[in-house]
Nanobody, 126 residues
Framework: VQLQASGGGLVQAGGSLRLSCAAS????????MGWFRQAPGKEREFVAA????????YYADSVKGRFTISRDNAKNTVYLQMNSLKPEDTAVYYC????????????????????WGQGTQVTVSS
């Protein structure tokens, strides 16, 4: 599975961005997916995850109520809608995929995710 993240950019506090993660590969629609982020000097952290069929979603407490993860398996794409952005959301955002049909790993720094995209920068100015 190959992953390509896009949609990052510079936005003012309170603004919105939508990240996309396009997956390619024969089984790409059957993987649980996650979004992680890493700010300068900090450890990578979990942001959100979604089951392979989209039936279950999970969020870090820091983004709950502001971010929404979704997927369109017909397009092999996972999205992260980010609203009410804060300067502390500034980071490089990565999408990641688990192996076939297993549930997402919620929390942590990315253990259990076998495939990773290249990252997209999100910068929120105050």
């Amino acid at each position: 599975v190959q992953l390509q993240a896009s949609g990052g950019g510079l936005v003012q506090a309170g603004g919105s961005l939508r990240l996309s993660c396009a997956a390619s590969g024969r089984t790409s629609s059957r993987h649980a997916m996650g979004w992680f982020r890493q700010a300068p000097g900090k450890e990578r952290e979990f942001v959100a995850a979604i089951s392979w069929n989209g039936g279950s979603t999970y969020y870090a407490d820091s983004v709950k109520g502001r971010f929404t993860i979704s997927r369109d398996n017909a397009k092999n794409t996972v999205y992260l809608q980010m609203n009410s952005l804060k300067p502390e959301d500034t980071a490089v955002y990565y999408c990641a995929a688990r192996t076939l049909y297993v549930q997402p790993v919620v929390g942590g720094t990315g253990e259990g995710y076998a495939y990773w995209g290249q990252g997209t920068q999100v910068t929120v100015s105050s």
